[in-house]
């Protein structure tokens, strides 16, 4: 059986600290796709079709790695999927305990997919989209923050 992942974001942008958790998943599953969430209650920073583009592009040369939008229960599109796993990163044990309340939700919905959480690199323990646009909004320098592909495509 194809050990199918999915790893949910909304990905505004994607960062740096995403790309650690994908690059070093990317042993432990046959297929990762990233799910680009549509979350009504956020307005986001980047159109959906950007943030998809990009990590597209990111991972071109990476057949593992697939991207889909999705609205809606995780759960129901890792059924939709045929994927058995949830890939989230952790930056601090605050993620850690928020991360499990929904996992433990997600298990009562379908016991058969699994949780797993990948603790991030100590260099992108304090990594957030949040900051992330914050630093862009107020004309900051992200290349430390993104991708280079992101980088190249927003400096004016």
């Known amino acids: 059986m194809k050990r199918i992942c999915l790893f949910p974001g909304t990905f505004d942008p994607i960062t740096l600290g995403h790309t650690d958790?994908?690059?070093?998943?990317?042993?432990l599953f046959d297929e990762i796709v990233v799910g680009v969430?549509?979350?009504?209650?956020k307005t986001p920073m980047f159109p959906l079709e950007q943030r998809m583009q990009w990590i597209r592009e990111i991972y071109s040369n990476q057949p593992k790695v697939k991207v889909i939008s999705?609205?809606?229960?995780?759960?129901k599109t890792c059924q939709e999927i045929s994927a058995r796993f949830i890939l989230r990163g952790i930056r601090s044990i605050g993620d850690f305990e928020y991360e499990k309340s929904i996992a433990d939700v997600n298990r009562m919905m379908d016991a058969e997919i699994e949780t797993i959480f990948l603790s991030c690199s100590p260099h992108y323990s304090t990594l957030a989209s949040s900051l992330v646009r914050d630093v862009l909004r107020y004309g900051g320098d992200a290349s430390k923050l993104l991708p280079d592909t992101i980088i190249r495509q927003i400096k004016p």
């Open 21 to 27: 958790i994908i690059d070093r998943s990317l042993d």
């Open 37 to 41: 969430g549509v979350n009504s209650a």
């Open 70 to 75: 999705y609205e809606g229960l995780t759960v």
